[in-house]
């Protein structure tokens, strides 16, 4: 069971209206660039590896880079949750979501590039299986990093209003 750290209203706050650096459409559109430009170098190579045929030794530093993509999508998770909280918006769940998983996106637009500059594909069925495998790696991605994000802006959340004294 999950315990709340300060006692809420039942009645909701109007939430005011946003400055537009806290608006959804350009936090989601940001929030994705650094957890994808985290991966991107490394991205390259794996890609290279399971399209291309070649091999992918170092499994190791894939570790490490997925460590990083977590700091990384936690570190704008908490960033963007932070300026939408200053802002007095306290719906912060699915845009916590939201602002990190559009990493995904970026992904299947890496994808396309790899599929235009880089594969040599004959033919209509290699192209859709290319595009569903990468389609299906991209919500798989942003599922990861959504939730990463979610996570930590909970921590975040539990944290600061943790230490808010109440009487």
């Not at 990493?103 to 299986?129: E, H, I, K, Q, T």
Request: charged share 10%; aromatic share 14%.
């Amino acid at each position: 069971k999950m315990e709340i750290p300060v006692k809420t209203n039942q009645i909701a706050r109007v939430v005011p209206d946003t400055p537009w650096h806290v608006h959804p459409l350009v936090t989601i559109t940001l929030g994705g660039i650094l957890p994808f430009g985290s991966v991107c170098i490394e991205l390259a190579f794996i890609m290279s590896a399971l399209w291309l045929h070649q091999i992918y030794y170092v499994m190791g530093f894939l570790l490490v880079v997925v460590i990083i993509l977590g700091f990384t999508c936690a570190e704008v998770a908490v960033v963007m949750c932070y300026l939408q909280l200053c802002s007095e918006d306290h719906r912060w769940w699915w845009k916590s979501f939201w602002n990190c998983a559009s990493a995904g996106a970026y992904l299947m637009l890496y994808s396309l590039w790899f599929l235009g500059s880089r594969l040599d594909l004959v033919g209509v069925l290699p192209v859709v299986v290319y595009l569903t495998y990468m389609g299906m790696i991209s919500i798989l991605f942003s599922l990861f990093c959504g939730s990463v994000g979610v996570l930590a802006s909970l921590w975040f959340n539990r944290t600061i209003y943790s230490a808010v004294k109440v009487d």
